[in-house]
């Protein structure tokens, strides 16, 4: 089955600093790579998705860009804000059908300080 | 909660009980998904179901058991097999496309 690595654990930036999350995945057959923030107690929220037929996506200060030959994707933060801090997922999956199944990265706590 | 409800918010279970956690979604999904979440760790898939009738283990089915048989519902029952219960349960469902969509989650303690 798939199997999705995630690197830093913990990552503590300045206010206004840029941060980068990375993640790996095992199986080829995944085209489906979302990142959640999850605040305390509360459920997963998507901040942002890519699939694979397309390397980089946008969305004002968040990106997130995927190579596909390494299995690699990352999520990028710039201008870094306090209410930034959370705990950031990535996910790998099988998109496009009724058949996937996401597989979640153990986590990185994102602390961004004023 | 964005069209997919759990309930209870908070569940408090004693030793050797079965409890039945609920999952109800008005999005029309075909796919439902059963997570189990510990304190500073990741989501751990423990059942899941692409089509009413049918369902396959996750990662970690060891000690649950879940039931399909209306598209809209997919309870999960914590029974007393499961040794380590305490955790937070979140439910998802997925449409034939791309996205899931996540319920508010159920907190359950053993007392």
């Known amino acids: 089955g798939e199997n999705v690595e995630q690197h830093p654990s913990t990552l503590s930036v300045q206010e206004g600093d840029s941060a980068v999350i990375k993640c790996t995945y095992s199986?080829?057959?995944?085209?489906?790579f979302p990142w959640y923030k999850q605040e305390l107690g509360k459920r997963p929220q998507l901040i942002i998705d890519?699939?694979?037929?397309?390397g980089e996506k946008k969305d004002q200060r968040i990106a997130v860009t995927l190579n596909k030959t390494a299995k690699h994707f990352s999520l990028h933060i710039t201008e870094t804000q306090p209410e930034d801090s959370a705990v950031y997922f990535c996910a790998a999956s099988l998109g496009g059908t009724s058949y996937g199944k996401l597989t979640f990265g153990q986590g990185t706590i994102l602390t961004v300080h004023p | 909660d964005g069209g997919i409800t759990q309930s209870p918010k908070y569940l408090f279970r004693k030793e050797g009980q079965n409890v039945t956690l609920s999952c109800e979604q008005n999005l029309n999904h075909d796919a439902m998904y059963w997570y189990r979440q510990d304190p500073g760790q990741g989501l751990r898939l423990i059942y899941y179901s692409q089509i009413v009738n049918d369902f396959q283990k996750g990662d970690i089915a060891e000690g649950y058991s879940v039931s399909r048989e209306k598209k809209e519902s997919f309870p999960l029952t914590v029974t007393s097999a499961q040794k380590n219960p305490t955790a937070f349960y979140l439910c998802?469902?997925?449409?034939?496309?791309?996205?899931?969509?996540f319920g508010s989650g159920t907190r359950l303690t053993v007392v």
């Open positions: 998802a469902s997925k449409p034939g496309g791309y996205g899931y969509t």
């Open positions: 199986d080829s057959a995944s085209n489906y």
């Open positions: 890519i699939r694979s037929n397309v």
